[in-house]
C-alpha cells in the first residue's frame, strides 16, 4: 500500500484545496448581492422596474456569480489542486495499482501520451487535426506479463458551418494498447470492432471488408471490419467475441477495439482515469483507483480466449 508520508502529504495540499475552493465559494456568493446592488443603482431611475425586470436582473448576476467562481478557482485554487493531483497520480495511484498482484514495473508520466500518428495508424478513433490532438497521463507498466500503455487522449476537428469554423470534438476518453504478448494469436493487418453507438460519430478510417459472424449478439452490437477476412475469423474466435461482450458490459462507455499485428488498442469513451478528488480523504479513493486499474485487467482478458 501506499506509503504513509506520501499519504500525509497529499491530505496536506487535499486540505489547503479545499480550504481555498472554500474561499472561492463564499467570495462567489458574497458577489451576487454586489452585483444586484450594481445593478439596481444603474436602473435606479429607469421607471419599470417590474418583477420580471427584477428576476432578469438576479439571473445576470447569477451567472455573474458563477463565472467568478469560475475565474477564482483558476486563479487561488487550481495551482494546488494540479500540484495534489500530480503528486496524486504519481505517487498513491502508482503505489496503489503495484498493491495489485499482477502488476510490476510500473511508470507515469503527467505530460506524456499517445502520438497522434499512433492513434491515426493504429484507427481506433478518428485521429482528427493534429493541430487540436490532445494526450497525457500516460501510465505504462506490466500486467501479468504483458505490456502496456494507457492514456487519456482527446481528439477533434474543425467544421465548417455558415461560413465560419469553430473546433469540434470527436473523441475525449482512454486508449490502452497491449502489446509484447506471447502464446497469443497475432493478427494479420488491422482487425476493427466498434459497438455501433461508437462507430456512428467517432470511429476513423475503416479496413477494407466488413465482416458478419455466425454470433447474432455480436452482430447487433458490433461492427467489424478487417483488412483480411480470413485473419478476422482466426482472431474473433467463439471465446473472444464472448469476452468482447463482457468487456463492453463492464466498462462504463462506448467501446472500440482493434487488433493489429502484436498489438491490441482498445478506446473507451469515458472520464478521465486516476483523478484526484479533494472532497474525498486519500485513504478513501483507493476503491475507485482499483476500479480504474480493473479496466485494464479487463482489457488484457480480451487476449486470453479460454
Known sequence: M????????????????????????????????????LFYTAMIRKEDMSGIFIAKMAFVAAVLAAATFGLLWMVIVKHTYDKFNEIFKAEYVIQTIGSINGFEDLKYYQKNGFSWDEVRNAAVVACGDKKYFESEDLLFGIYDNIRFKISDVCTKKIVHRNKKNRIKEIFSGQIICLFQFDDIKLSSGHLQIFEKEFLSNMSGWKAEHEIHTENETFNSRFAVYASDEHNAYYILTPQRMEKIISFADAVNGQVSIVFIDDKLFVAVKRDSMFDANIDEPVANQTTKIKEDANFIQKAKEILVEQ
Open 2 to 37: 501506499a506509503n504513509t508520508l506520501i499519504v500525509e502529504q497529499l491530505e496536506k495540499l487535499r486540505e489547503k484545496a479545499k480550504k481555498l475552493e472554500k474561499t472561492a465559494i463564499i467570495l462567489s456568493v458574497i458577489s451576487f448581492p454586489f452585483y444586484m446592488w
